[in-house]
T-cell receptor
């Protein structure tokens, strides 16, 4: 089955700097890669996703890149702000009608003011 | 509109007791997931319901854990003879059938077994 690894497990950056979180997946058939943000005491929330027919997607300060050949995908946050502090989860799945999403172990991001 | 709701928000129980955790998904969402999240850890998949298909129970850690989904809507996760290692936050999520497959998570139930 699919296995998703995520690095680093913790990340601390100064406000205004960029943050990068990297994930790898094992199942070459996976074609949907969402990223979730979990703030303290809340459930995770989707922040951006990418499908295998594109290599990069941007939404304001966040971007995701995908390298299907290497089975890598990454989240990039630019101009970090204290409210970006949270746990971020990457995930992978196959877009079939009956396939569960497999989550990575998470990255705890701290943005220091 | 209303999001995913879970009840209770907190549950403290004694070791050996049974507990039931409830999840009300977003109306019209045919897929429903249960996850367990221990303190500072990731999301451990437990069980997945999709429409009328047989549930994927591959993540249930033992036969003390079971879940059902009645009428394709509300789901109940039952833990029998609770153990201290069951202490965690139990998260429920729902999604539509088909793209974009975004999962909408509830706030979770924090279970403490004493």
């Amino acid at each position: 089955g699919e296995n998703v690894e995520q690095h680093p497990s913790t990340l601390s950056v100064q406000e205004g700097d960029s943050a990068v979180i990297k994930c790898t997946y094992s199942d070459s058939a996976s074609n949907y890669f969402p990223w979730y943000k979990q703030e303290l005491g809340k459930g995770p929330q989707l922040i951006i996703d990418i499908r295998s027919n594109v290599g990069e997607k941007k939404d304001q300060r966040i971007a995701v890149t995908l390298n299907k050949t290497a089975k890598h995908f990454s989240l990039h946050i630019t101009e970090t702000q204290p409210e970006d502090s949270a746990v971020y989860f990457c995930a992978a799945s196959k877009e079939t009608s009956y396939d569960k999403v497999i989550f990575g172990p998470g990255t705890s991001l701290s943005v220091i003011p | 509109g209303a999001g995913v709701s879970q009840s209770p928000s907190n549950k403290v129980t004694e070791k050996g007791k049974d507990v039931e955790l409830r999840c009300d998904p977003i109306s019209g969402h045919t897929a429903l997931y249960w996850y367990r999240q221990s303190l500072g850890q990731g999301l451990e998949f437990l069980i997945y319901f999709q429409g009328n298909s047989a549930p994927d129970k591959s993540g249930l850690p033992s036969d003390r854990f079971s879940a059902e989904r009645t009428g394709g809507s509300v789901s109940t996760l039952t833990i029998q003879r609770t153990q201290q290692e069951d202490s965690a936050v139990y998260l429920c999520a729902s999604s539509v059938h088909g793209p974009p497959y975004e999962q909408y998570f509830g706030p979770g139930t924090r279970l403490t077994v004493t």
